[in-house]
């Protein structure tokens, strides 16, 4: 029995002895350390996220065989030579921008005065709780809310009747869609405000208080340019997830076509694969464009 333990505390000794010469060499080579830990993240971003984006790209040069339904791996512009010189394709990507453009603009307006209320109004024991409601319908399936709002805004239906009677609410269509993905993007909006006031310190409403400046002003001078990068992050989302949104539009927008509609159909009934690709590309393009332009406002730290 003496003997068995001695050889096993020997063979621990033996396989401590090189994890513990490794762990001091790692210890010495920060830069190698910190590479073991970043090789697996970076290597499923660049895998799964970005082989995904250089696949869409690659895919959006090839063609269909308008007889056999085949794709042509040649590669052509032709699929974006149509989306610009085609005016359906423009009027579509036009709206959509418009839509999410609404969407966020809608978002903000509502997510300011309930973040500065979270944040600078509300005692500090209720501030969780208002956190909590806020992220409360993000628990709730996205078809379960899409479809919710489809029953209030049927024809006869809550909205009609609360609007005096049928016929009198928005009913199915483009108002519709704004209205829905504005209350479903809205959390995305208020979490970075509140995040952005919080870091306000209450001082500076003071002594704009202290200095005689209204609220007006002080909301202007003092909150908006401290908050601008918070409104800017909230935007990201808000106007990247309306852009591509294809399901909320099929549920209440009626005939209105947004790009993400477009992409689906020729996903599925059309079965033209390079087309959707090349549609797709239009908001990751615009979204590229939004990110550079904003990148100096600091509002990507604020993600």
């Known amino acids: 029995m003496t003997s068995t333990l001695q050889r096993s505390a020997g063979g621990a000794s ?22 073991a830990l970043l090789t697996a993240p970076l290597l499923w971003l660049v895998v799964a996220y970005l ?8 895919s959006a040069l090839w063609t269909v065989n308008g007889f056999t339904g085949a794709v042509v791996h040649q ?20 709206r959509s921008v418009g839509v999410a453009a609404a969407v966020t603009a809608i978002d903000a307006l509502i997510a300011l005065p309930m973040a500065f209320y979270m944040a600078k109004v509300a ?10 409601a806020i992220l409360t319908p993000l628990w709730a399936s996205y078809l379960v809310k899409a479809y919710a709002w489809r029953v209030l805004l049927a024809n ?22 704004v209205l829905v993905l504005a209350y479903l993007w809205l959390p995305y909006m208020i979490l970075p405000i509140y995040a952005g006031l ?3 310190p209450d001082s500076l409403l003071e002594a704009s208080g202290d200095l005689g400046a209204r ?16 409104v800017i992050a909230g935007s990201i989302f808000t106007f990247s997830l309306s852009l591509g949104d294809y399901i909320t539009v099929q549920i209440v927008g009626g005939k209105t076509q947004l790009i993400g509609n477009l992409v689906y159909a020729n996903i599925g009934a059309a079965n033209n694969l390079p087309f959707a690709a090349a549609l797709a590309t239009i908001p990751v ?3 590229v464009i939004y990110l550079v332009a904003v990148r100096r406002s600091g509002a990507l730290e604020e993600l």
């Open 14 to 35: 033996a396989v401590r002895g090189p994890v513990r010469r490794l762990s001091a060499w790692l210890h010495r080579h920060a830069g190698v350390r910190l590479a």
């Open 123 to 132: 005692r500090p024991r209720y501030r969780r709780w208002l956190v909590v």
């Open 215 to 230: 609220a007006g002003r002080t909301l202007r001078a003092v909150v908006l340019p401290v908050i601008v990068p918070s």
């Open 198 to 200: 919080e870091r306000l």
């Open 51 to 58: 082989g995904s984006l250089a696949v869409l790209l690659v």
């Open 75 to 94: 590669p052509t512009l032709d699929n974006f030579r149509t989306i610009l010189s085609d005016e359906v394709y423009r009027a579509v990507t036009l």
């Open 285 to 287: 393009l615009i979204m």
């Open 156 to 177: 006869g239906g809550p909205v009609d009747w609360l609007l005096g009677g049928p016929g009198n609410g928005p009913g199915y269509g483009l108002t519709a869609t």
